[in-house]
C-alpha cells in the first residue's frame, strides 16, 4: 500500500514529515504541471472549482508511480471542499483506476472506524507516537512558513534581483530528498541562513501588499502563478496571513482539542459579513480590514473559478475599498487563465499603488484615487 | 398603516412562500411580493451583481431592486441552514452581507440568521426575532408563526401530492395523480427556485406537461424517503438540496415507473456541478435510465431548450415501443 496526498503550494513538506516519521511508505506527485490540470479538466465535472481538478491530476500522477491510496482532509461544508473526497472516489472509480480515498474528517458518527483506519494505514496503532509525530509536523510546517514570510520581506530588498528565488526553489527540491522532521529542520535552517546573507537595500520602504482569498490559490505558486515571487521582484512586500501552518495549526489540532485560535479577524468582519458562511470568507473580509487599518497599500484576492464563498467576499470587497481608501484587485483563477493578461493586470496595480505612495509622500495623504 | 415588508419573489421565496406570507399577514403586516421574473429584472441584477455570481443570485438582487422602494422593510433572512447538520449554500448563507455592499438606497433589511444547523429548537427563536420588526406581541408572534407552520405544512403535504406552485389559480385542478396514470413519468431534480420559475427554466414545466408528461420532482418524494436512501451515502450530504437531490435520485432509480430523469442546474451553482455530477453517476451506474442536464444561464434562446426537450422525449417513446434499443445517452 502505497499513500499519497494532494499538493498545495508548500504542503507537501510537513506531510512529507509526517508520513517519514510515522513510517508509512509514500509517494508525493510530481508537483503541480499543466498536465495534472489537463488531466484533471479533462475528467472533473466542468463547474467544478479549480483545486478539486489539480488534485486529481495529482492523484492520476501518483497513481502512475504505484499509489493506491488517497489521503485527503475533509470538513463540513458548506464549502465544495468537504465533499472533494467523495468526488474524487466516484470520478476514480469510473476512470477504473483501482485507487482507495481516505478522509481524514473525524465524524461523531464513525470515531472507531476512522481509529481503524489509521491503524491499517500506519501498520499498528502507537498514540504516543502519533502524537509525536503531529507535534514535529506542526513544528516543521510553522517553520516553513516562517522560511517564506522571510523570502516575502528579502525579495523587495535584495540587490541582485531573483537571488531569493535561486535558494528558494532550490530549497523546495532538495526537501524532497531529506528523510524526517529532523532533516527537514536542518534544510530549514541552511536555508534561513542562506537567505539572510543576502545583501539587502536596508534602507528601502517597499510597497506592502497583502494577499487575500481562496486558501488554495493564495498558497499555490503553480495556480497563481508564482504572484509572490512577482509581486517581490517588482519592489513589492507580500504578507499572505493565511497560511498552511495557521490552517493546521489553527483548524485541525485547535480544533480537535477544543482550544481557540488567533480569532480577530473574525472581529474585523463583522461590519462587513454578519456570520460564518464556510471558506475563508470570515479571514478575506477581516484580514482586508486588518491589513488596511495596518497601513498595508493594496489588497489583491485571488479566488478560484466558480468558488461559492469567495464571490461572497468578492462582493463585499469594494465596501471596505471605500470605507478605507484601499486598493483591492480580484484575480479570478481558471484552466484558461492566460499568463500574459494576468501579468499585466498585476504591473499594472503595483504601479498603480507606487504612484499612490509617492503622490501621497508629498501632498501628505493619499491622493491618487483608486476608482 | 400597516406595515409593509416587501419579499423578493426568488431563492427560498418558492419553497417557503406559503410560510412567510402567512407569517407576516398574521401580524398584521402587508405583505409585498416582487412581481415575477422578467427581463428587466435579470438585466437589472447581472448589472449589479458581481459577474461570477451563480444565476439565482444574480436574479435576487434584480428583485431587490425592484422591490426596495416599494417597501418598509425587505425580507432577507441570513439562511445559513434549514434543517440538522446541513447548510444550503455560502452564496445564501451571505446574501445580505452581498446585497448591503452592492445596492444601495436600501430600506431596513430583517436579516435575522435562521440556521438551525446544530439544534432544532431556534426555529420558534428565529421567528420571535422576525416578528419582533413588525409586532411587539410575543404571544401573538408564536400564535402567526403556528399559524404559518400549518399552512406551509398543508402546502408542503400538496406539493408531495403532485402540486406544482405556480398553478396557484386552479390549484386543486392541477393536481396530477401520479398512480395508475398512462402520462409518461419523467422526474425533475433542480433547486424549487429554477423548477417554478417559469421565467427562467422557460417554461420547462408546461412544456413537458403540454406533451403529455407527467412530472415527478424531487419535492413530490417525501422526507423519509429520500433520508433512507441519503444515509446510504458514503458520505453524509452537508447541502440540504444535495441531500435530496442524491436521495431522491437513488430512489428514482429503484422505482420502475420512472421513464426519463432531468437534471436542472443553475450556470455557476457550486453545488449543482458537484451534486449533478454525482447523480449523473448513479442513474448510469445502476440504471438505464436516460439523463438529461439543463443548464439555466441568463441568456434566454428558447428554440434550443425546445429541441433539445423534444429529442429527450421522443428518445424515450421510441425507446418504450422498441424496446430499448436505444441509447440513454442521446
Not at chain 1, 509572490?228 to 517588482?234: I, T, V
Not at chain 1, 488567533?262 to 473580509?285: F, N, R, V, W
Not at chain 2, 429548537?121 to 426575532?129: F, K, V, Y
Not at chain 2, 402540486?163 to 422526474?187: C, H, M, Q, T, W
Amino acid at each position: 500500500m502505497k499513500v499519497t496526498f494532494p499538493h498545495m503550494g508548500n504542503t507537501y513538506i510537513p506531510v512529507k514529515a509526517l508520513l517519514d516519521e510515522l513510517g508509512i511508505e509514500y509517494v508525493i506527485p510530481p508537483f503541480n504541471n499543466k498536465k495534472a490540470l489537463e488531466l484533471g479538466t479533462k475528467y472533473a465535472p466542468e463547474m467544478a472549482c479549480l483545486p478539486l481538478k489539480i488534485n486529481l491530476g495529482n492523484f492520476i500522477q501518483a497513481h502512475e508511480l504505484g499509489a493506491d491510496l488517497i489521503l485527503i482532509s475533509g470538513g463540513c461544508g458548506p464549502c465544495r471542499f468537504g465533499y472533494y473526497g467523495e468526488m474524487h472516489r466516484e470520478i476514480l472509480k469510473d476512470l477504473g483506476f483501482n485507487m482507495e480515498v481516505f478522509t481524514l474528517d473525524i465524524s461523531k458518527k464513525d470515531i472507531s472506524g476512522f481509529l481503524r483506519n489509521i491503524k491499517r494505514i500506519t501498520g499498528e496503532f502507537k498514540p504516543y507516537k502519533i502524537l509525536k509525530a503531529i507535534k514535529k509536523t506542526a513544528e516543521v510546517s510553522k517553520q516553513v512558513d516562517e522560511l517564506e514570510r522571510l523570502s516575502f520581506k528579502i525579495r523587495p530588498r535584495e540587490i541582485v534581483k531573483g537571488s531569493a528565488d535561486r535558494i528558494y526553489k532550490s530549497f523546495q527540491n532538495s526537501v524532497l530528498n531529506k528523510k524526517g522532521a529532523k532533516e527537514i529542520k536542518e534544510l530549514i535552517d541552511f536555508t534561513r541562513k542562506n537567505l539572510l546573507d543576502i545583501e539587502t537595500d536596508k534602507s528601502l520602504d517597499p510597497i506592502k501588499i497583502g494577499i487575500v482569498g481562496e486558501i488554495y490559490t493564495t498558497n499555490d505558486p503553480f495556480t497563481n502563478f508564482r504572484i509572490e515571487s512577482r509581486l517581490g521582484n517588482e519592489g513589492a512586500e507580500v504578507m499572505r496571513p493565511v497560511t498552511v501552518s495557521g490552517w493546521i495549526i489553527d483548524h485541525m489540532i485547535k480544533k480537535a482539542l477544543g482550544l481557540k485560535g488567533d480569532e480577530s479577524y473574525k472581529e474585523a468582519a463583522k461590519p462587513y459579513l454578519g456570520a460564518m458562511i464556510g471558506g475563508h470568507t470570515q479571514e478575506t473580509i477581516g484580514n482586508t480590514v486588518l491589513l488596511a487599518k495596518d497601513g498595508y497599500d493594496g489588497i489583491i484576492q485571488i479566488l478560484p473559478l466558480g468558488c461559492m464563498p469567495e464571490i461572497v467576499s468578492e462582493s463585499i470587497l469594494p465596501s471596505i475599498e471605500r470605507d478605507l481608501n484601499i486598493p483591492v484587485l480580484t484575480l479570478i483563477i481558471d484552466e484558461m487563465t492566460g499568463e500574459a493578461g494576468y501579468l499585466t493586470r498585476i504591473e499594472a496595480f503595483v504601479d498603480l499603488l507606487k504612484r499612490r505612495k509617492e503622490e501621497g509622500l508629498i501632498a501628505g495623504k493619499r491622493m491618487l484615487s483608486w476608482n | 398603516m400597516s406595515i409593509k415588508v416587501g419579499i423578493p419573489r426568488s431563492l427560498f421565496y418558492y419553497q417557503m412562500y406559503p410560510l412567510w406570507q402567512t407569517f407576516f399577514e398574521e401580524l398584521g403586516a402587508e405583505v409585498v411580493v416582487s412581481e415575477n421574473t422578467s427581463k428587466k429584472i435579470l438585466d437589472d441584477g447581472v448589472r449589479i451583481c458581481v459577474d461570477e455570481a451563480c444565476l439565482p443570485v444574480k436574479l435576487f438582487h434584480g428583485h431587490v431592486i425592484s422591490l426596495k422602494d416599494r417597501v418598509d422593510y425587505l425580507f432577507i433572512p441570513r439562511m445559513t441552514s434549514i434543517s440538522k447538520g446541513e447548510y444550503i449554500c455560502p452564496k445564501v448563507g451571505g446574501l445580505p452581507d452581498m446585497i448591503r455592499s452592492s445596492i444601495k438606497g436600501l430600506p431596513e433589511i430583517i436579516d435575522v440568521e435562521i440556521n438551525l444547523r446544530k439544534s432544532g429548537s431556534s426555529e420558534l427563536e428565529s421567528a420571535l426575532d422576525i416578528g419582533s420588526y413588525v409586532c411587539k406581541d410575543g404571544r401573538r408572534i408564536k400564535r402567526a408563526y403556528i399559524k404559518a407552520l400549518d399552512k406551509f405544512n398543508e402546502y408542503k403535504a400538496d406539493v408531495e401530492r403532485g402540486f406544482i406552485p405556480g398553478d396557484d389559480i386552479n390549484r386543486k385542478r392541477n393536481i396530477y395523480v401520479v398512480k395508475n396514470s398512462e402520462l409518461l413519468n419523467i422526474a425533475i431534480i433542480g433547486h424549487p427556485y429554477n423548477l417554478y420559475d417559469s421565467y427562467v427554466n422557460m417554461n420547462l414545466i408546461s412544456k413537458l406537461r403540454g406533451d403529455g408528461i407527467n412530472i415527478i420532482t424531487h419535492e413530490m418524494v417525501s422526507e423519509e424517503i429520500i433520508n433512507s436512501y441519503a444515509d446510504k451515502l458514503n458520505k453524509k450530504v452537508f447541502w440540504n438540496f444535495g441531500r435530496k437531490a442524491l436521495g431522491s435520485v437513488r430512489h428514482f432509480v429503484e422505482r420502475n415507473d420512472i421513464k426519463g430523469i432531468i437534471f436542472v442546474v443553475s450556470f455557476g451553482c457550486g453545488i449543482d456541478a458537484f451534486i449533478g455530477d454525482l447523480a449523473e453517476r448513479i442513474v448510469r451506474r445502476n440504471s438505464s435510465i436516460p439523463f438529461m442536464f439543463i443548464s439555466l444561464d441568463e441568456h434566454s434562446g428558447e428554440a434550443g431548450l425546445d429541441t433539445r426537450l423534444e429529442a429527450f422525449t421522443d428518445m424515450i417513446r421510441w425507446r418504450s415501443k422498441n424496446e430499448s434499443n436505444f441509447s440513454a445517452h442521446g
